[in-house]
């Protein structure tokens, strides 16, 4: 599906409606470029750019398949970038990823959105209304794109390291919950989301490095801005990934605790019935001559007995640690 | 077993049989080249075909007794080539193995399957249906087997996937199943699958590079996309390989977990039965002065002391989170 | 918030106060250099200062909002570098952050400081009763600036080693403490602080190698120094890394040994007191011919072989290790 | 001492026993080599070699102390190579190591022999019946020793590998052996083999690159050959050291389990022995009034109900699958 | 404090005590050097040679504090070298490290020692007696003491190899100890010990590739000798590190077994005891109609079925493998 497609001239956006034949021939003119963004397109929808623009059949047949990790590609004239992008479900726990795909040439650009991307259109809108930037050609609007889609990954990043310090406080807490699959389930995130953000830091580099000339010079160093982030997220998710595992090991440390507790305590309960109860059984005995049995305060004495052992033990296991 | 034996001439296959002999003679002549597949050939079957085409002995060897690492290997004029296929056996969740080995040169591609090796004749038939494709060699040839090998690393993948997600539900689903062994073979397939995959990374980098003039530059970017899909199935098992690690620590707490409830329990249940005892052996003694035995309801009082205590006992376990 | 500012001629202070516009027109004299420096300045504040310098919107940006990771860049004729500084909060055990960012040009130095970043008063105090460095440019207040903030990792380092060190001793004293929350924690500002000082270990390597004609080549030698020490703190971190996860596993070890003595212990002292309750109960059943009960001395005699029954078992228990 | 000497003319091995100095000077003609073979020479022994043949003292000492690491070096006309052998002896699980030193000329080759080495009189003969490959100078011969010591590494990697199954058999069937050890000691052996074969993976590397010019371009494919072997056998050893270290953590997981089981299966015996001994308790209390004792079928009615409440509670245990 | 200071003319020592001031003009002559040792010099020791001999004043400033990783560094025609030296304390199982720092002049070596360094004294004394060695100028100075201190490495690695499989043999002895905290200071030995020696890899890796004029070509070749001592120390720390890892783990296993063992025989031999005690309740019941009460083989009988059950359980238990 065609979403939006508009020819920008000297930075500033055409007025009227644009169908793709008239922004075939426009975007050729000196100074101009076509911007044409579609939504999870068929090959039909696809065949005409491909033809007019030259389109490699690979990059076209990622841009309909989508599911490609992220990557940076030269053909000839054209570059071809796939983004992923990510945001959090905080209700579920999980990173719903989306897939973007650019097809970037002297006078075009094409963004393709599959799944879940962020819109494009803001990106558009803020583009749109800096004529400046947008004078820069193409390669201004893929660093608007892949600027948004990186600063995407701030609040999905944030809302794992929330999530963490939740787990964390559940398991150091005290409390008799075992969060080890909420542990696991996070971790399964972090490298979901590390995969998807990882492979984008080679390409901005080069990007910021300035290997590729259809990027403007005074573009590159909003480039090195975007890597910069992306190192950022990657060393974050990576530190996420060791904090997770620490916490796998340190959840096992805390259940192992109480639960041997609660073992040593119910056992040390055992163990000070065991004594009264033996007392009584001795007393129990039908020996013909067991004279304690014929005193009168016998049979107080030996509750009074059966109590302070138990009080004695009480206090020995308090001290002792066991209850 | 040489399986087929073909010449292409300008991208289409010549008709009628061809033998060996045939093959040697018309592949050298402008715009043709030959195909010749073989089966766990045996020493004999590779005589003439060493002679003719001048293959290293080294080679040769490896061919005939497979067992190689994959890797891309440069003598002279020829290019050696040894593949890894997977395939993923779900009822035993064990991927299976096979081999192809080709021999490029510049006028023939011989290829060489063992093992469980993934059929190549749906790969010849697809390729002799485009023409235009074959017209640029034997490198097309060599592109699409690669192509084909590394697709079917998809559904092996996948299929470590499914089973790495049941067991997932396995530890996690409360149950009494213990799956630590199932978690190790699945890992110990993860490993095997990326030794098979992963040596591969860097030789169809290398391919896509250009660096051999065997293969046409239009077949280039294509293998820039086999590399692509490779690094995929890499990263995915890299991934898998960490998941099983935390899993394997995972199903340890859930484990000592489950355990553990259930010794609590039990040691719960015997501490609550304790307590009646204890006051049965206490009515038991044969003190001749205990008033509350010659109390007409004595008895029941007593059964009804009992019950409460079991029932106080009862709830504050209960409240502790032992029961 | 503009701190300080001022103009430095021929490596001393210009007597008297410098506002703003005097130190844009002086610091372009031959020799001078102007050294403003500022604490979480707002965007106006900065607004003069970048028309002035012509310094980069994006690294402004950075500089007002801060919350960048440590990095190096360069931008024309200006080099922008963001530094984290560290404070070790010893009663919370947290390392606490701050940040300065520098704006380093041919002939001025802007200083910004966010959060809990140590002053940088007595850093200029030191440069202004040293002449002679000062005459260096403003590359030497750079490295004076790096230097410092380097130099203050080291206390941040050492309250990190004591802790571990306390929390090793818990971990093995035998006491009952399980401090796998504190190993946790501090693993965490491990992690933290890496990635506070592990990114600066390049740009200090760049600057050490000269590739900066602004820092001049005397003060070269001395980014060696800072980038060795920042070497040295970057492998004790990882050490420390290494060493807390060995910590949480041996202090697992430590609980189970600890825990497991407990039940052991429990569970002997109702084996031992089961021992009499069984014979107790033997005498207490009611078959008319048992000859012992009417022995004269057969209470005493049961009640001596309880004893000894239990003392015989205490020892038993004792030598195999279970008491 | 020596235990081999000869002389190689043209492929050939001169007739007639060859003692050093004839060696020393047939070597010097056109085409001809010495190959001189050792086992653990004193320093006695090699004076001559030495100053005959200008060895440097450095690798001299190596050869004749040995327990060095893999390793290649280049001295002026000379290379040195430092080769483990490995052989296991599986009645112990161990990695039995030799050292093999080679010191190879334009026109001569020193092999010393050291400890458990295997024998390279096979590989002489193997040689000399094939005069082509010996035309190709001692190069041809250094191919053939580091062919055969790195082939000899694949029986090695066998052991470990079957030993690696039985310690997964013996975790994992379910019987009540805890192979920690055996498990540790095997991943002793594979770290041990490790350090013995990775060095050797770059100088094969080298040679097969073709760097020295001591070893005929011939020969270099086959040390591609053996370098791939090598990567081979890294590559295993370090799939082996990582299935080890999960093997250790599922056999932890195996033994809680099974010991678990265990106490829990105990625990649940002594639990349903409680509940008749509770009742009999109650009934031996002394009350005046206790209606049930004077039942004519009070007593065998007791007994039913203690049988009934055992069976139930042994169904509830089973269900409940603590039994 | 300046140890001793001496001048060598064409590899000799020159007669009779020289002080610094005939140190400096003396070993400018050609051919001549000085080498002036120092332990633990003061600032105002080292002021005369910092002026005399250039030095640069941040080496002067490490060699005087010390507390610096082992490094090169390269200043004008200075090389500055910090080497840590080892020495395993058995009684205390610590590494105990001192610290040599070198200044290498065209004709001087200055030598500062710190700690516990290893006297330097034998090593003057080897050399003076070679003077063919010493005649290669300082840089063979350089090669003696940087060889020392690596062979000096060997008696501390051996020394914690010994400690590793005494905890070994711990471990798996089938003892009561948990020896998790030698475990873990072993590690942290082995880990402090790396950090001392693996930064000194590379620098001596440069040594050897020649890059620096100040070590003559001679004495190239014996840098190479320490560099690969160098990597087999750091090779075999990493080796240990990996199997203290290991060990830390298979103790933990080792524990668990040890102390369920115990568990389940106490908590078997309560179960026994259990049955005769239910038995004795029983027949300890105060109905009227018991007929067995009456038998004059009830009581015997009685004691009997008590034995015969405690022996069947015994058997039991003792197949089950709980006792």
Redesign the interface.
């Known amino acids: 599906m065609i979403v939006d497609c508009a020819i920008y001239e000297d930075g500033r956006r055409r007025d009227g409606r644009v169908d793709l034949h008239d922004a075939y021939r426009q975007c050729r003119q000196d100074g101009n470029f076509a911007w044409i963004g579609m939504y999870e397109p068929t090959e039909e929808e696809f065949d005409s750019l491909q033809r007019e623009f030259d389109l490699?059949p690979?990059a076209v047949e990622d841009a309909i398949h989508a599911h490609?990790?992220p990557?940076l590609?030269v053909?000839d004239e054209m570059v071809f970038i796939v983004l992923k992008t990510a945001r959090y479900e905080d209700s579920e726990e999980v990173v719903q990823f989306g897939e973007i795909l650019i097809f970037l040439g002297e006078d075009y650009i094409l963004t393709v959105r599959h799944g879940e991307a962020s819109a494009l259109k803001q990106v558009r809108e803020a583009l749109e209304s800096d004529p400046e930037l947008l004078r820069h050609g193409p390669g201004a609007v893929l660093h608007a794109i892949v600027d948004r889609v990186v600063d995407d990954y701030s609040p999905a990043l944030q809302g794992l390291g929330v999530d963490i310090e939740e787990v964390?406080n559940q398991?150091?807490s005290g409390g008799?919950s075992?969060p080890?699959?909420r542990?696991?389930r996070l971790?399964?995130e972090v490298?979901?989301f590390n995969?998807a953000a990882a492979p984008l830091v080679e390409p901005t580099d080069r990007l910021a490095k300035g290997h590729y000339a259809l990027v403007h010079p005074e573009v590159r160093?909003?480039f090195?801005?975007v890597n910069?982030h992306l190192?950022?997220v990657h060393?974050?998710l990576e530190?996420y990934?060791?904090?997770?595992?620490?916490?796998?090991?340190?959840?096992?440390?805390?259940?192992?605790?109480r639960?041997?507790?609660?073992?040593?305590?119910?056992?040390?309960?055992?163990?000070i019935?065991?004594?009264?109860?033996?007392i009584?059984?001795?007393?129990?005995?039908?020996?013909?001559?067991?004279p304690?049995?014929?005193?009168?305060?016998?049979?107080p004495l030996?509750?009074a007995v059966?109590l302070a052992l138990c009080a004695v033990l009480y206090r020995f296991?308090r001290r002792?640690?066991?209850l």
Chains 1, 2, 3, 4, 5 share one sequence.
Not at 283 to 289: L, P, R, W
Not at 293 to 299: A, K, P
């Open positions: 490699h690979l490609q990790r990557k590609e053909f964390e398991v150091f008799r075992n080890a699959e542990i696991y971790k399964r490298l979901d995969r160093a909003y090195r801005d910069d190192i950022r060393e974050q530190s990934r060791d904090l997770l595992t620490s916490i796998l090991q340190a959840n096992l440390a805390q259940i192992t605790v639960q041997n507790d609660d073992v040593r305590r119910i056992s040390a309960i055992v163990a019935v065991a004594v009264p109860t033996m009584a059984g001795i007393y129990g005995m039908n020996f013909e001559h067991m304690e049995l014929t005193w009168t305060f016998g049979y030996v509750l059966m296991f002792a640690g066991w």
